[in-house]
């Protein structure tokens, strides 16, 4: 019993874990469209995908932005400005309604 009490304290607390929201901007058209990202992929501004310092390639990441939700992969490095968390591609920006924007408080995610 006491076991499925814990279990169920820390789901809870796992589920009420605040997002964190960051800075994030876009890259993509007019970028190196063509070249290659730090995975050593052809980068397409028209993919979904992000880049971040430390993050694995691959890692799942869960971005929010007003209401709408997208799940993408790391797929390159950066951003190199500072106080920028993410740099999300064109299609994820377009997709998310920040293009105009440019540079926007995300919640960010690891995980999906």
Not at 77 to 105: H, I, W
């Amino acid at each position: 019993m006491r076991i499925a009490i814990r279990a169920a304290v820390m789901c809870l607390l796992f589920v009420s874990t605040p997002v964190a929201a960051e800075k994030v901007s876009w890259y993509g058209i007019g970028d190196g469209s063509g070249s290659h990202t730090a995975e050593g992929k052809r980068f397409n501004p028209h993919a979904l995908g992000a880049a971040h310092r430390k993050w694995k390639f691959g890692t799942k990441v869960r971005v929010t932005y007003k209401g709408k939700s997208l799940c993408i992969p790391i797929t390159d490095r950066g951003p190199f400005k500072k106080g920028r968390e993410l740099d999300v591609t064109y299609e994820v920006a377009r997709q998310l309604g920040m293009l105009k924007a440019g540079v926007v408080d995300l919640q960010v995610k690891k995980g999906c």
